[in-house]
């Protein structure tokens, strides 16, 4: 039974550990996207703030000796604040320049691969990761009083939901945080309405510039937190294209979800899920191509079921207001 534990805590902490930079990603992206400005730069900005989060925590003890608890916060903010950057870059470009938000995203993204590997060639001499660098990593969150619980103290001991990196925590407790901020504020009821229609938004004394700043930058600092917990939770060194593709994957996320905090968090579980299993395949005696196939395979499937049942809701709605019609038109006669 115990043994039984251990493997299905195993499963559990992995899934959750895949599931966070898709979430804090998708998270963004799903604001940006209700501003009416799709963020394809989610993986420039996950990069980004992967390789300055590791630089600044590594060079943090020569500028603060003496404080190690504060290094990993330290190289947290370092990230966070060159994503926001970013994404401000990015906002400037759309907003201010008049730039394809398309085009000026992947612009952003090439941008961020090219920077961080000249910046890590330049700092480490090393053109593929910051492994000669002692980074600090994101501290754990400890719950030792679930310990003496029968069944979750197995699932403590064995890292399943609990003993998990606080950025894992943090993704989760930003899902509900992002419902609140959009579903009971003034903030999300001015970003969403911006989305829906800017010309109305306009006409109601709403600023549509800096309501889709507002979801840009916010964009970038939920990315942010999905590059750090990459470079200084999932591991503890930055290396080229380490975000391999996550951005994009949670832009699927956010539509999968059907744009809504909670469709989103199913989402990224369901992505992470499809990582851990594929990483399973990896052990027993299954090609290569067929594990780094398994992730896109179930996204693909998931997009293509969720369009499926989005057409049908459609037709219903359709066929019941045909059929409303008519009934009106007999009562009429």
Not at 8 to 31: E, I, Q
Not at 159 to 169: C, F, H, K, M, S
Not at 304 to 320: K, P, T
Request: aromatic share 8%; charged share 10%.
């Amino acid at each position: 039974m115990t043994a039984d534990l251990l493997f299905v805590a195993t499963l559990v902490g992995a899934t959750l550990r895949a599931s966070t930079p898709l979430l804090f990603a998708a998270l963004g992206g799903l604001v940006s996207e209700l501003a009416g400005s799709i963020n394809i730069a989610l993986e420039g900005m996950m990069l980004i703030a992967a390789f300055f989060g590791v630089i600044a925590s590594a060079f943090a003890p020569h500028w603060l000796p003496g404080a190690p608890g504060l290094y990993p916060w330290i190289g947290c903010a370092a990230g966070l604040t060159a994503a926001i950057a970013l994404a401000g870059l990015l906002a400037v470009f759309h907003l201010e320049l008049g730039a394809d938000l398309i085009l000026a995203g992947i612009g952003i993204n090439i941008l961020a691969q090219g920077l961080t590997m000249f910046l890590l060639m330049a700092i480490t001499g090393d053109k593929g990761s910051t492994a000669g660098l002692a980074s600090f990593a994101m501290p754990r969150l400890h719950m030792p009083l679930v310990d003496a619980v029968p069944v979750l103290g197995v699932l403590v001991n064995g890292d399943g939901l609990a003993g998990q990196n606080i950025l894992v925590y943090g993704a989760f407790a930003a899902a509900g945080l992002v419902r609140f901020l959009l579903y009971r504020t003034a903030f999300g009821l001015h970003l969403r309405a911006v989305g829906e229609s800017s010309d109305a938004a306009l006409s109601a004394g709403i600023s549509v510039r800096k309501m889709r700043y507002a979801g840009l930058l916010s964009s970038g600092l939920l990315a942010g937190f999905g590059g750090i917990f990459l470079a200084m939770g999932y591991l503890t060194l930055f290396q080229t294209d380490m975000v391999a593709g996550r951005g994009f994957l949670a832009l699927a996320a956010v539509f999968l979800g059907a744009r809504r905090p909670a469709g989103i968090l199913a989402a990224a579980l369901l992505f992470g899920a499809s990582q851990v299993f594929a990483a399973q395949l990896g052990l027993y005696a299954v090609p290569s191509q067929v594990v780094f196939m398994v992730p896109p395979l179930v996204t693909i499937a998931a997009l293509v079921l969720f369009s499926l049942r989005r057409r049908r809701a459609e037709r219903r709605r359709v066929e019941a207001g045909v059929a409303t019609i008519f009934a009106h038109s007999r009562i009429i006669e």
